[in-house]
């Protein structure tokens, strides 16, 4: 495939600034990595229900007698529901959601929105990525101003790992910057790469002749090397991502999420991920539709849930949903729900205040276009993340928003503080010999005391042995395993994953036992 039609067909790379001669990197100023304070140990996905979700349909008040008058076809009864408390369920397609609530790894807020909620998809859509009041249009995005401040310098200087990844949609306001993009487009790392790697040529500082025509040649030039630097970082990623026994479900969203699995496992540091579900605008023959994308988004982030957790990542991860609107209290004519307001939002994590944060909406208090009433506002859910999961000072949040919202205290600060160390401070060298018949090495390297945790488990994430848990003094380490598991006996012959933990960096390595 052509570059010109990879391009057309597959992905862009929005990342590198399509429209900015700015981004003219020196040669002195490439990929020089400059430490924030965002830890790149933090991650935060987006899952964006992309159309406008319906709340109402998605967790149910199923003892409020006015939610069955107004959709007396499209209700969910209570028989069909998962309860998790004795006013509100799940809708039917999401009992692994039920799970999740009473595992304490999923947290509700009721209500969110703005205030006077525009219902037009792109104008809500850009509200919510700029993060602007609803009379204020802005050109830069939230995500991006955020990174703009821990990376002023930025495209000169870029770091090592791309800032945010998006899939599925071009648009990339949510991370725009006044200058740049701070976001990367991709679908598949491995394509990107083999199709940029193959038509590649590295001649950046040859033959630019000094006028206009020779400056645009020099920005092709310098998107060239970005691309053609971060794609192979990004293919590095998912290459080095251990086997999983985890099946992916094969859908869109499926896709994305297995995907991003590759890219976190396999050592990528990027803080930002925003996924998309398209098809949320339940105008018509909402039941049917709904269910369906309800079932694949369950699915999908259900696997992934377990395959974090299973490889000790999840205290690392902050999942959440976002929609551009809710959907009208009262079903239309067409089996289906228009446009509005405010609905709740989820988020999924293991250093979460799990629970319900806000009310169940009541029916006797619409605003002027019989919507639910808003709530909470959406920028206190942006504010949470900068001031409690990545510890920023509140005074950031203010700048990015122009004005104060309170936080709302659903990541667990207790939990979630800990001293990290930066993976680029480590170094953890591959098991060795690989495949091994009697015992295999692991050595690493620490640059500060730390606490280290070495765990082994075998391709089905089932424990097999605690192989060193304490602390220890910087310097060079060595351990080896026998192929002795917790009860003293020797192991099958088969594939196995090493787990280190060192602070709350995590590492799998995989290995290979023969007899």
């Not at 993060?131 to 995005?141: A, K, Q, R, Y």
């Not at 694949?296 to 849930?305: G, M, P, Q, T």
Request: one cysteine or more; charged letters at 20%; proline letters at 4%.
């Amino acid at each position: 495939m052509k570059r010109r039609d990879f391009i057309k067909s597959t992905f862009a790379l929005s990342a590198i600034g399509s429209c900015l001669p700015t981004f003219l990197l020196g040669s002195n100023g490439r990929f020089n990595f400059r430490n924030s304070n965002i830890s790149s140990n933090k991650i935060v996905i987006f899952v964006k229900m992309n159309g406008g979700n319906d709340g109402l349909n998605t967790l149910i008040p199923h003892q409020n007698s006015s939610y069955y008058d107004l959709r007396p076809s499209i209700a969910i009864s209570a028989e069909e529901l998962h309860p998790i408390t004795d006013t509100l369920g799940f809708h039917p397609a999401l009992n692994n959601w039920q799970e999740l609530f009473n595992a304490q790894k999923m947290a509700i807020i009721q209500g969110v929105g703005y205030q006077n909620g525009n219902l037009s998809h792109f104008r809500s859509s850009d509200i919510w990525d700029t993060g602007s009041n609803e009379d204020i249009v802005l050109t830069t995005g939230w995500l991006g101003r955020l990174l703009e401040t821990e990376y002023p310098d930025f495209p000169n200087n870029s770091p090592e790992h791309p800032l945010a990844i998006q899939y599925n949609s071009a648009n990339l306001l949510e991370f725009k910057t006044a200058d740049s993009n701070t976001g990367l487009y991709i679908y598949d790392p491995e394509i990107m790469e083999s199709i940029i790697t193959g038509n590649y040529i590295d001649n950046i500082n040859q033959n630019i002749p000094d006028t206009y025509g020779g400056d645009e040649l020099a920005f092709i030039k310098e998107l060239d090397y970005m691309a053609f630097n971060y794609c192979q970082i990004l293919s590095d990623s998912a290459q080095n991502a251990p086997n999983t026994i985890f099946s992916y479900p094969t859908t869109n969203i499926g896709d994305q999420f297995k995907i991003t699995s590759k890219l976190i496992t396999g050592g990528l540091s990027t803080p930002f991920y925003r996924l998309y579900q398209n098809g949320y605008d339940t105008h018509i023959d909402q039941l049917s539709r709904h269910e369906q994308l309800l079932s694949e988004l369950s699915s999908a982030l259900n696997v992934f849930i377990n395959e974090m957790e299973t490889l000790g990542l999840l205290d690392r991860i902050l999942i959440i949903t976002t929609s551009e609107f809710g959907r009208r209290v009262y079903e239309n004519g067409s089996g289906g729900t228009d446009h509005g307001t405010s609905a709740p939002l989820f988020i999924f994590g293991s250093k979460i205040n799990s629970g319900i944060y806000g009310v169940d909406p009541d029916f006797n208090q619409l605003d002027e276009n019989d919507n639910p009433l808003v709530q909470f506002d959406y920028r206190q859910i942006y504010t949470s993340i900068i001031t409690d999961w990545f510890g920023l000072n509140q005074s950031v949040a203010n700048q990015i928003f122009s004005e104060n919202f309170n936080r709302i205290s659903f990541v667990n600060t207790n939990m979630s503080s800990g001293n990290y160390i930066k993976p680029r401070r480590i170094e953890i060298q591959d098991p060795y010999p690989n495949p091994f018949n009697n015992s295999i090495t692991l050595d690493y390297k620490l640059f500060k005391d730390s606490n280290v945790e070495i765990v082994i488990f075998d391709i089905k994430g089932n424990l097999v042995k605690n192989l060193f848990s304490g602390e220890q003094i910087s310097g060079f380490k060595s351990i080896k395993w026998n192929a002795i598991n917790n009860k003293g006996k020797k192991v099958p012959a088969g594939e196995y994953l090493a787990q280190i933990k060192i602070g709350d960096f995590t590492q799998t390595k995989k290995m290979i036992f023969v007899k």
